[in-house]
């Protein structure tokens, strides 16, 4: 009786040690999923951060460049030069 009492203790314990074993593998798996997702959306991020860096850079040079040509108007216009 106690024999069997131990035999079934013994399987028990091996189907929650097995059972461990999957939930740990099926969590790596989530995590290491996870972590490919947040590495993909950081990439996207730095894509997206570069080209709106890029665009405020032409928008800044463009401002440079028309505050430039109004105050040359400007002068044209104040000292009658056309």
Do not use: F, G, P
Not at 5 to 14: G, T
Not at 24 to 35: D, F, I, K, P, Y
């Amino acid at each position: 009786m106690q024999l069997e009492a131990n035999k079934r203790r013994e399987a028990e314990l091996q189907k929650l040690r097995r059972d461990l074993e999957d939930a740990h593998a099926q969590n790596e798996a989530q995590v290491s999923t996870l972590r490919k997702k947040q590495q993909d959306t950081i990439n996207e991020m730095s894509e997206q951060l570069e080209a709106l860096q890029k665009m405020k850079q032409k928008y800044e040079h463009l401002t440079i460049a028309a505050h430039s040509r109004l105050s040359v108007s400007r002068y044209a216009v104040i000292n009658n030069v056309v």
